[in-house]
């Protein structure tokens, strides 16, 4: 099994000009992973077409694929979204740095339930441009959507170049308890997003919230295990999704779970003091908070790490 990362868990590294595309390629493989996920989603101060890739002008495009061959390891990308057009320029760019995977999301707009409907008509316009590289694309739990909404979507397509994005912990967004969200999508899935997560309450109400993998409420160990037994993987990806917080964004057990306090849903408190940083400023820290953040999130990527190596190391070898 190989275990891959995702530029998301250095979010704060990019929007500040600390990390670039070559910078996480490089770190990922000095880190001991085998493979890189890059988020192409525009965010704070990133390409507005290509987030953490930068650019897609095929002299950076064959810059980035040689880095990557250069430490021999996998790619992936992750953008949002099913819009032909758009996804026909990701597949074009996928195919260009050597990446195999596309994850991407429904979840887009206001209204839902008519993205849901349109998906399946408008993830068939591109199927043949996936077959022809080989690229496979991978629709994601993405805090709106049950698992059972995604793989409704997956049967519509049709495809066997179309499966899911697991995410471990997006469920819960979703009132969707974590192990059971795996054990749906095990069958379809082609890729992963790894991550842990905690429910704290700020500002009136209950919210999610990332941690280290490994630290939180999630059972990481049983979800690692139920991918090994239970899919076709060959590669995990950490989504060190903190410091991070969402809130739920469906009603009261629509995923199975009707209220917070047992399991992956046991309250906790912040993981950062509240008087230094706000869960709602996790994300976008205040400026004199930021330098401390920074330094906090790469210290937390790398137990993440850790953490993971060692199921690796207990469930795949």
Request: aromatic content about 10%; proline content about 4%; overall charge negative.
């Amino acid at each position: 099994m190989k275990i891959g990362l995702e530029t998301e868990s250095y979010h704060l590294h990019f929007q500040n000009g600390r990390m670039d595309i070559f910078d996480f390629i490089r770190k990922t493989a000095a880190l001991g992973l085998d493979g890189v996920m890059i988020n192409i989603i525009h965010d704070k101060n990133l390409d507005p077409d290509w987030g953490t890739l930068g650019s897609a002008d095929p002299e950076h495009l064959e810059k980035v694929k040689n880095e990557i061959q250069r430490y021999g390891l996998f790619a992936e990308i992750d953008t949002r979204g099913v819009e032909p057009k758009k996804l026909t320029k990701v597949i074009e760019v996928a195919h260009k740095i050597g990446a195999d995977v596309i994850r991407t999301y429904i979840s887009c707009g206001d209204n839902l339930q008519e993205e849901i409907r349109c998906a399946p008509e408008q993830i068939k316009e591109v199927l043949s441009l996936l077959s022809k590289y080989r690229i496979k694309l991978a629709i994601e739990n993405h805090e709106y959507e049950t698992a059972d909404e995604i793989i409704d979507i997956i049967k519509k397509v049709g495809s066997p170049w179309v499966g899911a994005t697991c995410d471990t912990g997006n469920g819960m967004m979703a009132w969707e308890e974590p192990i059971d969200t795996i054990k749906k999508l095990a069958p379809y899935t082609f890729t992963t997003h790894f991550k842990d997560h905690i429910i704290i309450y700020d500002e009136g109400e209950y919210k999610v919230c990332g941690t280290a993998v490994g630290s939180g409420n999630i059972d990481t160990e049983e979800c690692f295990k139920l991918l090994v037994e239970n899919t076709t993987l060959t590669r995990i990806n950490i989504e060190m999704c903190h410091p991070y917080v969402a809130t739920f964004k469906k009603e009261k057990g629509v995923g199975g779970v009707y209220e917070v306090g047992q399991g992956a849903f046991k309250v906790e408190k912040p993981p950062i003091d509240p008087s230094f940083v706000k869960p709602s400023q996790y994300y976008y820290p205040p400026e004199e908070a930021l330098e401390k953040m920074i330094k906090y999130q790469a210290e937390e990527v790398e137990k993440s790490v850790k953490y993971v190596l060692a199921l690796r190391d207990k469930y795949c070898r």
